[in-house]
């Protein structure tokens, strides 16, 4: 939530006043106290850049900063102390939000998770704290940092969300769910007797749909087309339905692939992957080095 603390800060601080501040605090938790939280004194003019810093820190935690954004958006247009409130820049909050699985139900006034999205996490059948055996891809866009430093924000924004919705379209067509999605790439998981199989074959298509993606969906200046690297292991790791919180070595040697081995717009597979796919897919890989936990293969450029 570092982002969106960051985000909310930036729009209290340009939308709202100090006693808007204060006033939808304490909507959310008739406790709150902004004198008391910021040490400033009763008559002591607290500014609301201050004002913001210290409703974000008392609303730290995840559920109880969704909490915040909720009646924030919800009082937007209505009076109260200090006028009306207006917002400027919440959408990006919001995106945020949903792309971390949670939307905005009006009628309840809170957030919750995003049915659409939520399906993607277990394929409705996975436990916490159960170990499951899966195909993990980690997909990595080239030069990500040079893409945001040369690139108008809000083509960033767009462009990193469509080519989720790309990358994610593929990956669900084979029975893969993206557990993770940063700004410069993400994690998908495969689960199944031919989990290894339906990662090539998704990462596969997504490679070779990449170009009519560059063409119809990127957002970016001409000459920055998005690259992707992948790697692709196979491996353990213990389910939580946060998959935020998840981690296993096995997810970490797939980052590794590609972030070590990997070249752009390329799929590097592990031996322990590549011994796992059937014949008609091992032909379009070849040995590529090795890694410490193996031999390494790339896929055949066509």
């Given amino acids: 939530m570092k982002k969106v603390k960051r985000l909310l800060q930036d729009l209290l601080s340009r939308s709202l006043n100090t006693e808007q501040i204060h006033y939808v605090g304490r909507e959310v938790d008739p406790s709150f106290d902004l004198t008391e939280v910021s040490g400033f004194g009763d008559h002591i003019v607290i500014p609301r850049q201050v004002a913001a810093q210290c409703v974000i820190q008392y609303f730290s935690a995840r559920e109880r900063l969704m909490d ?25 909050i919001l995106n945020e939000i949903r792309e971390s699985g949670f939307v905005l139900d009006r009628e309840k006034g809170s957030f919750i998770r995003d049915q659409a999205q939520s399906k993607t996490q277990d394929w409705g059948f996975l436990k916490d704290g159960q170990e499951y055996r899966l195909a993990f891809a980690s997909i990595d866009i080239v030069g990500s940092s040079e893409l945001i430093r040369t690139n108008v924000k809000v083509d960033v924004e767009s ?48 490679l070779a749909y990449l170009p009519v993606y560059n063409i119809t969906r990127n957002a970016l200046r001409e000459e920055n087309d998005i690259r992707l690297r992948i790697g692709i292991h196979y491996g353990s790791v213990v389910y939580q339905s946060d998959t935020s919180r998840m981690h296993s070595d096995d997810m970490e040697k797939a980052s590794r692939l590609e972030d070590r081995h990997g070249v752009p717009n390329a799929i590097v597979a592990s031996e322990t992957a590549f011994n796992l796919l059937p014949d008609e897919l091992r032909k379009y890989f070849q040995p590529s080095g090795s890694a410490d936990f193996g031999a390494l293969y790339q896929n055949l450029v066509i």
Wanted: hydrophobic share 45%.
């Fill in 159 to 206: 462009t990193i969300r469509s080519l989720r919705d790309f990358v994610g379209s593929h990956v669900e067509y084979n029975n893969g769910r993206i557990w993770f999605w940063y700004g410069d790439g993400g994690m998908a998981a495969f689960v199944g007797d031919s989990c290894v199989q339906s990662a090539a074959i998704a990462c596969l298509g997504i």
């Fill in 68 to 92: 915040f954004i909720a009646r924030l958006v919800l009082l937007e247009g209505y009076g109260g102390s200090g006028g009306i409130i207006k917002l400027k820049g919440i959408e990006p």
